[in-house]
């Protein structure tokens, strides 16, 4: 194996606000198409109702949850670059 590698890329950065806002409403529409064909899907296959609801849920959390996260990070960077100097 070879010694002479190449540093790793850096950190993508996204706008985590706008993807978990995107697949929220994807699970969002997901339940609205399950609930508009509830009745003609099979009773075995009727859990995809619960799946979307779970879906939404979870969207609603982390849209409430990744802007907290998000400032609880640079206040942590700020304390650290204020420890530092």
Do not use: S
């Not at 070879?2 to 540093?7: F, H």
């Not at 994807?26 to 779970?54: E, H, N, S, Y």
């Amino acid at each position: 194996m070879p010694a002479d590698r190449r540093p790793a890329p850096p950190p993508l950065e996204a706008n985590d606000e706008l993807v978990t806002g995107l697949i929220t409403v994807g699970w969002a529409a997901a339940l609205v198409v399950v609930l508009v064909l509830r009745d003609q899907l099979p009773q075995a296959d009727r859990w995809w109702v619960w799946t979307c609801v779970a879906g939404v849920v979870m969207g609603l959390f982390g849209l409430w949850y990744v802007p907290r996260m998000k400032r609880a990070r640079q206040r942590a960077a700020r304390r650290q670059a204020a420890g530092k100097e």
